[in-house]
T-cell receptor, first 113, second 111 residues
Framework: DARVTQTPRHKVTEMGQEVTMRCQPI?????VFWYRQTMMQGLELLAY????????DSGMPKDRFSAEMPDATLATLKIQPSEPRDSAVYFC???????????FGSGTRLTVV | DAKTTQPTSMDCAEGRAANLPCNHS???????VYWYRQIHSQGPQYIIHGLKNNETNEMASLIITEDRKSSTLILPHATLRDTAVYYCIALVSGNTGKLIFGQGTTLQVKP
């Protein structure tokens, strides 16, 4: 089965450092999402793209987070500077439309100390 | 998108059918009902979706009431591997397709 690949799987970093998470969507999928999951807040939508164009990033703290799709095979989520409250699991998902179901990656578990 | 309400948790015996309810009393005519699940430490997984007719696939069945105010996801023969959080989402099909997850139902399948 085709998969959404996220790297790294785990990341531990010190407060103030830049963090970059990467996602390789399934080939041919034109929609990409970034979610963050914590015990307290559950799954939160941070941003999403269609055909590489950002459609909505209202869920993302603008001062420190940025999301891009440099090409159709790569989506990135950056945090600069990172803070302990950013500790969470970050999921990427891709799809061709909601009626085909979206496929999620295995996530990046970020710990900021 | 319509708000959905699900029980916080449910138990089910292994091998029995698991029936997971979802209320969406304010659903509009063009909103579909989608189900996803999240097994511990994994990303969510699409299960099934429907508008007003009952739907079935290899994973589950979806029963939507005639007034569309509620639905039930049925796992016909639950296994231990079906233990997960199940999310019911009401969403207009179309170009936006922005999935917003609630708290879901934690299903515990017991031996």
């Amino acid at each position: 089965d085709a998969r959404v690949t996220q790297t790294p799987r785990h990341k531990v970093t010190e407060m103030g450092q830049e963090v970059t998470m990467r996602c390789q969507p399934i080939l041919g999928h034109n929609t990409v999402f970034w979610y963050r999951q914590t015990m307290m807040q559950g799954l939160e939508l941070l941003a999403y793209f269609r055909n590489r164009a950002p459609l909505d990033d209202s869920g993302m703290p603008k001062d420190r987070f940025s999301a891009e799709m440099p090409d159709a095979t790569l989506a990135t989520l950056k945090i600069q500077p990172s803070e302990p409250r950013d500790s969470a699991v970050y999921f990427c998902a891709s799809g061709s439309g909601v009626n085909y179901g979206y496929t999620f990656g295995s996530g990046t578990r970020l710990t900021v100390v | 998108d319509a708000k959905t309400t699900q029980p916080t948790s449910m138990d089910c015996a292994e091998g029995r059918a698991a029936n997971l309810p979802c209320n969406h009393s304010t659903i509009s005519g063009n909103e579909y009902v989608y189900w996803y699940r999240q097994i511990h430490s994994q990303g969510p997984q699409y299960i099934i979706h429907g508008l007003k007719n009952n739907e079935t696939n290899e994973m589950a069945s979806l029963i939507i009431t005639e007034d569309r105010k509620s639905s039930t996801l049925i796992l016909p023969h639950a296994t231990l591997r079906d233990t997960a959080v199940y999310y019911c989402i009401a969403l207009v099909s179309g170009n936006t397709g922005k999935l917003i997850f609630g708290q879901g139902t934690t299903l515990q399948v017991k031996p």
